[in-house]
Nanobody
């Protein structure tokens, strides 16, 4: 059974940085793509970033491009989201996700397994 556990959320001032981590277990981590999504109160869950099985291909939402970086360490079964220059509009619950595919996708329908989420709050 695939399990994803996020950590690293918290409260930060605008302009600050956070690094989220997602530890995966239950199958061969290095064979599958990973993604980060977020959901703000009253809004739909939205795509943030994704990375392919090897880490050689990444894709980002326009709203975070240039500020966020997704990476993975297949030896540690962990994917990361480095978030810099945070803005109040980045406030949301951030979710790690994976599916039965190796290449990057951006839609939630491609991701079958989800973590419990970690709260990120950016104060102005």
């Amino acid at each position: 059974q695939v399990q994803l556990v996020e950590s690293g959320g918290g409260v930060v001032q605008a302009g600050g940085s956070l690094r989220l981590s997602c530890a995966a277990s239950g199958r061969t981590f290095g064979s599958y793509a990973m993604g980060w999504f977020r959901q703000a109160p009253g809004k739909e869950r939205e795509f943030v970033a994704a990375i392919n099985w090897s880490g050689g291909n990444t894709v980002y939402a326009d709203s975070v491009k240039g500020r966020f970086t997704i990476s993975r360490d297949n030896a540690k079964n962990t994917v990361y989201l480095q978030m810099n220059s945070l803005k109040p509009e980045d406030t949301a619950v951030y979710y790690c996700a994976t599916g039965d595919h190796s290449y990057v996708y951006t839609g939630t329908r491609f991701f079958d397994y989800w973590g419990q989420g970690t709260q990120v709050t950016v104060s102005s």
